[in-house]
């Protein structure tokens, strides 16, 4: 399975507790398309959230995140750890 970064923009002012729980909608979906999220960070002034998950595809990621109520704005690939 490959790893993903996706972006989320508009969410100023996001908190920790809303953090966890958009967070926690995606890990309640994430079986149903094989993925799992890892990690979610965010900056609240900017309002960007980050997520890290391996999955089989960017599309399965965008899928739990719509439903999840969070479209991502953006999702890459990172085929490389170091």
Known sequence: MAKFMDVHRGMTGITADQLHEAHQADLALEEEES???ER??????SGTV???????????????HERAG???DEIHEVPLTA
């Not at 979610?40 to 002034?45: E, K, V």
């Not at 980050?50 to 739990?64: G, K, T």
């Open 40 to 45: 979610a960070w965010a900056d609240p002034r």
């Open 70 to 72: 969070h479209k991502a």
């Open 50 to 64: 980050y997520c890290l998950s391996e999955a089989p595809s960017a599309d399965a990621v965008q899928r739990i």
């Open 35 to 37: 993925v799992h999220f």
